[in-house]
């Protein structure tokens, strides 16, 4: 029955299918030349992605996660440092921050945007850090480590309030490194300077992901460091190589985090697509909205700040009862996801850190009640229409609903 062809959760098959010769093009160009490390398809991509993000320069590595983590050392952070960061968010994020050498610790995220709360930032500085008389370093009180950075996520596609976030992190001389790695061609509109910002162009240095499933994906792994600061582009390139700053002459130890050609290769190809397929999962968002709206549900859909023209990497619902909504949407042959089941701070890798539930209230509410729908430019009318008919019979079945947001 065509009701109930599957609706995936995000379909990477088909863009592949509709680029296949341009890609295969990329393939055997590498084939012919064996560059299959560095050289002109990194460099182009390199070129042109800096381009789409408003910035000097990009480095080309290996993920996202090493991304965070050459953008962080570039940017000064020291072993033993504390690096801040969100507990709402994919574990990456603060597993670069321990490779780095610092300790993650966590701010509660905006019951509404799901990105830092720039209120919950400004009591963690005010309260628990205080600048020390004898270094003039800005410090943990109990922890006695510096506090040095801080990494904001544009969670799902959309930007954090980077204009508070900069301003607070001017005033405690904090490095700011954008977790962009779901956020390509994502903006904000900077009060402070009164225009709009891309993602990636707004911190001292962003980190980029180009796993497949991101809304930029390579056909492997990928990532990409961004910056306007020549010393971090120098840094992370060399971070990434060894840390040779020419060959067989190393500076510092590094690591081998490069970009392969061949991805970059595939990128370039892509990269010219992105604008039209950030549009497409712009007009699906606004669609859900509608349906979501006209159905008159309890179902909390997405809050876009004024300030935010997001790039709905996912498309996120708060239900009532999400167990029983994924499950009822598995039966109707609708895949879904939750993005994330656990907060950082009460996963078992980060027991260590000695936090309970209860520390970081938003984000454990959020958490409970999320659920990621499908979400990619390909998306039919005629499915948001079925996932949201699925959605609301389903939320109907689950009784009242209380209200989910303070
Ligand atoms: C995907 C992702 C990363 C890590 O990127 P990889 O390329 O998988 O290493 C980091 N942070 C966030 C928010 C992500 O979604």
Known sequence: MSQNTKIPFVDLVTPHQELQEELVNVFK???????????????GFEREFATYCGAKHCVGVNSGTDALRFALTAAGVNPGDVVLTVPHTFIATAEAISQAGARPDFVDIDAHTYTMDPEMLRQYLQTQCAFDPATGRFVHRTLGKPVTAVVPVHLYGQMADMDAILELAGRYNLAVIEDACQAHGAEYFSKKENRW?????MGHAAAFSFYPGKNLGACGEGGAV???DETIARKAKMLRDHGQSRKYYHDIEGYN?????????????????????????????????????????????PFEAPWSKAVYHLYILQVENREAVQADLAKENIDTGIHYPVPLHLQKAYSSLGYKQGAFPVCEKVAEH???????PGLSEADQERVVHAVVQSAQCAGPQSVLRA
């Not at 910002?197 to 162009?201: E, L, V």
């Open 370 to 376: 999320i659920l990621s729908l499908p979400m990619f």
């Open 29 to 43: 160009s590498a084939l012919a030349t064996a560059g299959f490390v560095g050289g002109p398809m990194v460099d």
């Open 197 to 201: 910002r891309k993602a990636g162009s």
């Open 226 to 228: 961004i910056t306007d």
């Open 257 to 301: 985090g490069r970009l392969d050609s061949i991805q970059a290769g595939f990128l370039r190809v892509k990269l010219k697509h992105l604008p039209d397929w950030n549009e497409s999962r712009r007009e699906h968002a606004r669609k859900y909205n509608e349906l979501f709206a006209a159905a008159a549900t309890s179902a909390i859909t």
